[in-house]
């Protein structure tokens, strides 16, 4: 029938029921391709061929397609063609080419096929994207090694790399391109980024929301952040403008405007 059996001259370890395995090399024509594994015992690998009536034969060889779990977990654009995707990615994954597959990709929207891929840090793990409404600055928050990248929307080049805190979790950009806030969610602490020198700004302001805060709205009709914290029953209200550096002078820094308790 179409159950073609093979007999292999050691274990394929990494066979697994429903992979696909790749035959070739066979001289009787009809067995080489890649084809649907149904069985696997130590040397015996069974595999469905939608070629009936074959010979027996020998000789040949067979090996396993590489494949790789991208993992992926946020979406995020601000452009008509083009949407961004956060892949959490894995490390050493079995039977995979890639070292790690924590990355981002680019999605274009009309042909809804992935045209590019940016390969980060393994272990970075990104969580959340934010696009700058200009179209020029892409940032990931990377919960894996504390860090946001800026990558460059055009072709996922990176421009930046900016240490954060413990855990982010979520960003937001402002509407006149100019600031990104970062919530961190492993120390409780709001972080306003300066897009054109991609740095952390200083503030005086309480920019603490609690550990366990996790997420931010961003309202561009009252320039205003909203963040969520579960943990502690409270939702931050901060003006996106208003706050002052270490100094006192100011720095267009978040400023708190009401701490509200949902219990």
Do not use: K
């Amino acid at each position: 029938g179409s159950v073609v059996t093979l007999t292999l001259s050691v274990t394929l370890a990494s066979a697994q029921v429903g992979s696909i395995i790749n035959v070739s090399g066979v001289s009787v024509a009809g067995y080489d391709g890649s084809f649907p594994i149904t069985s696997v015992t130590g040397t015996t690998i069974q595999y469905s061929n939608s070629v009936t009536g074959l010979a027996a034969s020998s000789g040949g060889s067979v090996a396993l397609p590489s494949f790789c779990s991208y993992l992926p977990d946020f979406v995020a654009t601000t452009q008509n063609t083009t949407v961004f995707v956060a892949n959490y990615g894995a490390e050493a994954g079995s039977n995979c080419s890639q070292a790690s597959t924590d990355s981002v990709s680019l999605l274009n929207v009309a042909t809804t096929s992935m045209t590019n891929v940016a390969y980060l840090t393994p272990g970075a793990h990104p969580v959340s994207l934010t696009e700058t409404p200009n179209g020029q600055n892409l940032y990931v928050v990377n919960q894996g090694n504390n860090t946001v990248v800026n990558l460059s929307p055009t072709d996922l080049t990176t421009i930046a790399t900016i240490p954060v805190g413990n855990t982010p979790v979520w960003a937001v950009a402002r509407s006149d391109n100019q600031r990104v806030y970062v919530l961190n969610q492993g120390d409780g602490t709001l972080l306003p980024i300066d897009v054109p020198s991609n740095t952390v700004l200083t503030s005086q302001t309480n920019l603490s929301v609690g550990v366990g805060a996790n997420f931010i709205l961003y309202d561009p009709n009252l320039n205003r952040l909203y963040v969520t914290n579960p943990v502690t029953s409270t939702v931050y209200v901060y003006s996106t403008t208003g706050g002052v550096d270490a100094s006192g002078t100011a720095n267009d820094t978040p400023l708190l405007l009401s701490t509200i308790v949902m219990t």
